[in-house]
């Protein structure tokens, strides 16, 4: 058994190697990508300075390319969403328009439901999961804890839903 654990081990290292080169080929590949998006666009400028400073809105190249200088989607901006609610409501257009939104804070209700799970229990419509968590740790490398959760996810961030709790007790 020991040996067929080493030799998963051995693979999940090799693979997160893998993963730490393929991710460097990407922030490389992503670096170029803006570098070419940033040249591209200041191409774009050039030519369009090309045909104003021409007077010229339409052009046709020799090999069958047409350039033209057309006006863009309208953008609005305003002072205030409250100023704007205040005229949609003047010119009855609020309801058609404008939408009230409830949002849970989730790192908030995980602490009350936490508390109730301990104390006076959840209610009926709120079922409770908690998942194992499997930490593999090489030796002298503690701060560099890979967590993986039941989605196969591995990181050093994790967020509060992904917080195992239980490691916490008898402390």
């Known amino acids: 058994m020991t040996n067929s654990i080493e030799n998963f081990v051995k693979r999940i290292k090799e693979l997160d190697e893998e993963i730490d080169n393929l991710s460097n080929e990407k922030k490389s590949i992503d670096s170029k990508m803006s570098d070419c998006k940033k040249e591209r666009d200041s191409i774009r400028e050039s030519i369009s300075q090309l045909m104003n400073e021409n007077s010229s809105v339409f052009a046709t190249l020799r090999d069958g ?25 003047s010119i009855g257009k609020f309801e058609k328009i404008c939408t009230v939104e409830t949002t849970i804070n989730k790192r908030k ?62 402390i």
């Open 65 to 89: 390319t047409e350039i033209s200088i057309r006006n863009g989607v309208k953008t609005f901006e305003w002072q205030s969403d409250d100023v704007m609610v205040d005229y949609l409501k």
């Open 109 to 170: 209700l995980k602490s009350i439901l936490d508390d109730l799970c301990d104390c006076d229990g959840l209610p009926d419509f709120v079922t409770m999961n908690q998942e194992k968590v499997l930490q593999i740790r090489a030796p002298g490398k503690h701060e560099e804890e890979k967590p993986v959760n039941k989605s196969g996810s591995s990181s050093k961030k994790m967020s509060i839903d992904d917080f195992d709790d239980n490691s916490l007790d008898g």
